[in-house]
């Protein structure tokens, strides 16, 4: 071991290790059934890695061009357009990133500076604050409205400044599996109007929608498109969390201002990733199949719950499902959990991980991305508690 004898001024004095890391280490440690850590537990298509595999041979093994891999700029405007009848330019408003961790946190640094207020709604994904701290600027929180997890637009109304410099927006909703709404853009679009403000649009779930229901990208808006950035991650579409490859898309402008700090932070991602998923991407059948492949899942592990005492919180999207356990247990959800963990070998989230203030609500998250052989064993272990 050695020691820093200095003084640390930490720039995230309150933030601890991430809730994933710590429950799917927790879920190694006591051999538990993990369904803590949003990942899926089976493999990614042969033909994608195949694919990959080609390319590596195929000696792409060196440097990505900075804003990532042509043809994948290409097959991701092509997407775009035909999911969302939107022209994004390859060349101009396109960008590869490392996962949409990187670009999320690349985007708030080039644009957050100290005294901004960026617009958070909770609960929140794990990233997005500590993002915006590190860069000097100020979090406000809008907590979203039980039981639907709706967004309160009056409160929204009264939070923005004019020091709002960003709004973050999740749609399909982790951990919620909820859906924002062509009227919920049309508000957010009214809001910002004649505005400075940015829009920075987490839809890494946008092919993971269920009930009919369908995912409304801000780029559908046409005084929402021109402010805002979409993040996606192929980690989520193509099962391949661990390959961490992402994009973000919007105007020229920002995304300009989005590569020169890109390059600093990463430079280019993973080269032959990108070949392999510029070409897998051109088949549209590779992700409009997803929605029906989960919500199978979702319906099959919902099914199997009703023997139990948790009580399922309505999700149209996303692979996670809240449960109600306030008819099991009065505990805190980070006690509830780890004890589920440690006497029922099954990790969860806590959604109180989700809040600043650790709001507890007697709510847990489950990752239902997995195979029926590992929801059956959760079932069994779930109908137990
Ligand atoms: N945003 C949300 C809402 C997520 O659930 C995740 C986790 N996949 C990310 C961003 C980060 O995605 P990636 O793994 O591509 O970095
Ligand atoms: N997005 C995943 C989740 O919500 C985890 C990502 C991570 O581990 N950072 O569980």
């Not at 440690?29 to 493999?43: E, I, K, R, T, Y």
């Not at 994004?88 to 985007?107: F, R």
């Not at 020169?260 to 549209?284: G, I, M």
């Not at 199997?304 to 919180?313: D, K, Q, V, W």
Request: with cysteine; aromatic share 12%.
């Amino acid at each position: 071991m050695t020691h820093f004898k200095g003084q640390i001024f930490s720039k995230l004095p309150h933030a601890g290790t991430s809730i994933f890391a710590v429950m799917s280490k927790m879920a190694a440690d006591h051999q538990a059934v993990n369904l803590s850590q949003g990942f899926p537990d089976f493999p990614v298509s042969t033909q994608l890695i195949d694919l990959v595999h080609h390319y590596m041979k195929m000696g792409f093994n060196q440097y990505a061009p900075m804003p990532g891999v042509d043809r994948l700029r290409q097959a991701i405007a092509f997407k775009m357009k035909s999911a969302y009848g939107v022209d994004y330019s390859p060349e101009l408003e396109i960008t590869i990133t490392a996962g949409a961790t990187q670009a999320l946190y690349t985007a708030i640094s080039a644009f957050v500076k100290e005294s901004d207020e960026v617009i958070i709604f909770e609960p929140a994904y794990d990233s997005y604050a500590p993002a915006v701290k590190a860069n000097g600027g100020l979090v406000k929180y809008v907590k979203l409205l039980s039981p639907d997890f709706e967004i309160d637009w009056a409160a929204v109304k009264m939070m923005v400044s004019n020091r709002t410099k960003m709004i973050i927006i999740n749609s399909p909703h982790n951990p919620t599996g909820s859906l924002l709404k062509e009227s919920d853009l049309q508000q957010l679009e009214a809001l910002t109007r004649n505005s400075d403000i940015i829009v920075m649009s987490d839809e890494v779930y946008e092919h993971i929608v269920f009930d009919g229901y369908s995912h409304h990208s801000v780029c559908r808006l046409p005084g929402l498109v021109e402010r805002s950035l979409v993040v996606g991650s192929f980690g989520k579409t193509f099962h391949a969390t661990g390959w961490k490859t992402g994009f973000i898309v919007g105007p020229e402008e920002l995304i300009a201002e989005f590569r020169k700090h890109h390059q600093f932070v990463v430079f280019a991602s993973n080269t032959p990733v990108q070949y392999a998923l510029a070409d897998f991407l051109e088949k549209s059948e590779n992700y409009n199949s997803l929605s029906e492949f989960y919500q199978q899942k979702r319906d099959f592990f919902v099914e199997g719950l009703t023997a139990s005492r948790f009580h399922p919180i309505p999700c149209h999207g996303t692979y996670f499902q809240l449960l109600d356990y306030s008819a099991i247990s009065d505990e805190t959800e980070m006690i509830f959990a780890e004890r589920l963990v440690k006497e029922h070998g099954i990790a969860v989230i806590p959604v109180s991980a989700f809040y600043h203030n650790q709001e507890n609500q007697h709510l847990i998250r489950v990752c239902f991305a997995k195979t029926e052989e590992t929801l059956s064993k959760a079932i069994e272990l779930l109908c137990k508690v």
